[in-house]
């Protein structure tokens, strides 16, 4: 029996795109967060790529648009490094983010893994939280809006004041699938112990 291709188990994934599937973000609730604003997680608007799952192709203009118009976001915070764009054919995402009426905020962080410096990562959070508590609404990305994403957004429950467990629990219970490796949830735990003794001195 001859075993099919690599490229034959690519394109017999499901295709998703901007039509049969528009951006989706799912926010944290506001009796978590208890602020003004939303913060909300999503995938790479535009991206176009052969998943795991699904093979994506994506309309950067389309997701962007349902991005301001539907949700309403004023800052998009972009976890993907450098070279991941490109990858994706999102080459023009940041500009684009701002074409759309929206601000860019782009702070990489490597894929299935966690940010490589602790102060400047609390700095990430502290700008987000100020933002929604403002009554902004800010949406965090990464490639998938799982792993990065709700790395982060359960760093903002725990800078609230959440355990850190608990942060786990209402972003998987809002986006399930976030925070996918041990490694994330041990950073998770180190910002908690982090920021607890930051916000001491």
């Not at 499901?14 to 049969?20: F, H, N």
């Not at 950067?60 to 450098?82: C, F, I, P, W």
């Not at 699938?177 to 920021?195: C, D, K, L, R």
Request: overall charge negative; some cysteine; glycine content about 8%.
């Amino acid at each position: 029996m001859v075993n099919p291709s690599p490229s034959f188990h690519a394109y017999s994934r499901p295709l998703r795109t901007s039509e049969t599937h528009p951006i989706h973000v799912d926010f944290l609730t506001p009796e978590a967060t208890g602020l003004s604003g939303q913060i909300g997680m999503t995938l790479a608007p535009g991206k176009c790529n052969h998943g795991m799952a699904y093979r994506w192709i994506r309309d950067l203009d389309q997701d962007l648009a349902r991005l301001q118009q539907v949700y309403g976001v004023n800052v998009l915070v972009t976890l993907l490094e450098a070279h991941e764009m490109p990858q994706l054919q999102i080459a023009g995402l940041l500009h684009e983010v701002e074409r759309y009426g929206m601000r860019s905020r782009w702070f990489p962080i490597p894929d299935f893994s966690t940010p490589p410096s602790l102060p400047e990562f609390a700095g990430l959070v502290h700008d987000i939280l100020t933002l929604a508590g403002q009554g902004e609404t800010v949406v965090i990305h990464c490639k998938a809006g799982l792993g990065r994403s709700g790395l982060v957004a359960a760093s903002c429950l725990v800078a609230l004041g959440h355990n850190y467990k608990e942060a786990f629990l209402q972003v998987r219970r809002v986006r399930p699938g976030t925070i996918e490796t041990p490694i994330q949830e041990a950073y998770v735990e180190s910002f908690a112990n982090f920021w607890k003794v930051d916000s001491l001195s």
